[in-house]
């Protein structure tokens, strides 16, 4: 699972119709907006392929300037750096301070 957020940014004049858009789109979740054209959204998908597939379909509705990601969140990334971390534990940590 891979959860993102991201700014998007439209001319203020058209908030109100890719608010809708957004909204009726099923392909994120919108969590905040400003009169200066940004509005916040969420994306989650199944894996890394299909959420740029979701963010690529955002980018395409009308009067969309940008969709800037800010955070990225992976569970399989996660996962991999955890199992990174227990094999650097293993070599480098003294057995004294394992159990500690």
Known sequence: MNISSAIVKV??????????AL?????????????????????????????MEKFDQIS????????????????EELADAINEFHKLEEKYVPDALKDA
Request: charged share 25%.
């Open 11 to 20: 001319p203020p004049k058209y908030m109100k119709q890719v608010l809708e």
């Open 23 to 51: 909204q009726n789109s099923n392909l994120c979740e919108v969590h905040f907006y400003d009169d200066k054209g940004r509005i916040v959204i969420t994306v989650e998908a199944e894996n890394v392929n299909s959420e």
């Open 60 to 75: 395409k509705i009308p009067h969309i300037l940008s969709v800037d990601l800010v955070y990225c969140y992976s569970e």
